[in-house]
């Protein structure tokens, strides 16, 4: 599914206002997004987007982020293009696949790394479906 241009879910619509973008996409489009339940302690912004074709949540950090896509593999793999696909999580929600995927940074061919600290994060956080606390807070 691809979101459309005119809304809120296209970086670059409104990222001062990020949780409220997130919060309005996941509204508008219920079953799409998996997003976790709190938010890293090192997060620069998250926010929804399309990446080929497929809808994802976007996680800027510190370091390398993540996207996390709420398909089966295969999908999620296209939706990083020709980049490296890292896995660094899979799992369900809501009886629907997840993955987290490490972000590619921009120079081609090339995958980014994440901190123990994060690893670890991303490995053991809760996810949902369902509109996150964190979304809902002004940021």
Known sequence: MQLPIDGPDRPGDD???????VRESMQ??????????????????AFTSTWWDHPVLDVMT???????????????????GDAPVVVVRSGDVDSHPFHVLLKPPAQ?????????????????VAFTSAVPDWAMEAA
């Not at 370091?63 to 896509?69: L, Y």
């Not at 081609?108 to 690893?119: D, F, R, V, Y």
């Open 62 to 80: 510190d370091a390398s982020g993540v996207i996390v896509c709420r398909d089966e593999l295969p999908a999620c793999q296209k939706a990083l």
């Open 108 to 124: 081609p061919g090339t995958t980014g790394e994440l901190t123990p600290a994060q690893e670890q994060y991303w490995t053991t």
């Open 15 to 21: 990222l001062i206002d990020w949780r409220r973008q």
């Open 28 to 45: 508008r489009y219920p079953d799409t997004f998996a997003v976790p339940v709190e938010l890293p302690a090192d997060i620069s912004m």
